[in-house]
C-alpha cells in the first residue's frame, strides 16, 4: 500500500514505525531532513520530484549477501525508467545516472535477525520533473530533462512498484545469476577506462570489470592488475561533479 504524506522529517525514519509492514511505500511531498548516502542531505522541490520508502522484511536472506536486495532495488528502478523511454544505468554502489547526471540517489537501511536481514527500509529520491537545481548539487537530472516532457509522479511511482515485485521475486527463488547478471550489464562506465580517486585524493586509471556478489567493485587497473574496492575505498571522478 502506498501511503501519502504532507511532511515529514525523513520518510525512511517514518517507515521504520511496526505499522508499516512489508511491500508499503512511504511517500512525502516535503522532507525537512532527507538523508542521502555518505551522510549527505538530499533535497527536493516539493510538488515535483518522488521522495518515498519502501519497507522489506527480507528474512530469507542471509546478511553477507544483501548486497543481492541493493542489485534488486537498483534493477527495478531501471526497469522503471525503461517503461518511459530513459536509458539509465547503475552507478556502484546505489545511485541511478542518465548520462553522466545523477537521476535518482538510494539510502538502504537494514536491521538483522540472528545471520539474516529482518526488516529493509529502501530510502529513494527521483527527480522527475524538476528543471531547475541548486547549483550547489553537483550533477544532478531529471526524468523531466532527459525525455523533454513531463510525468505523472503516480504513474512512476506505480511503475517502479511493479517492477520491483518482479525483481524481488527473483531474489526470493534465489534467481541470483539473473540479479548479478543484469545488474553488471546495466553499470556505469562498464568497461570504459576513466579515472578513479582514493580517500586520500590520489588518483588511478581503471576500468569496471563488475561487482562480486557480496558488492565489492572490481577494477582493472592500468598495470593489468584486477583489485576489488568496498564503499568509501574508492571514487568516482566526473566532470562538473
Known sequence: MIHRIEETTSTNDDARDAKYRHGDIVWAERQTAGRGQRGHKWSSAEGLNLTFSLVLEPRFLPAGEQFLLNEAVALALTDTFAQFGIAARIKWTNDIYAGDKKLVGILIEHSYSGQTLARTIVGIGINVNQTEFDPALPNPVSMAMVAGRTFDRGEVLEAFRRHIGIRYAQLELDE?????????????????????????????????????????????????????????EIEFVIAGK
Open 176 to 232: 541470483r545469476e539473473t540479479l548479478q547478471r543484469d545488474y553488471r550489464e546495466r553499470m556505469y562506465r562498464l568497461g570504459e577506462r576513466h579515472t578513479f580517486r582514493y580517500p586520500d585524493g590520489t588518483p588511478t586509471e581503471a576500468s569496471i570489470e563488475g561487482v562480486r556478489p557480496t558488492g565489492e567493485l572490481l577494477l582493472r587497473h592500468a598495470d593489468g592488475t584486477l583489485r576489488e574496492y568496498l564503499f568509501k
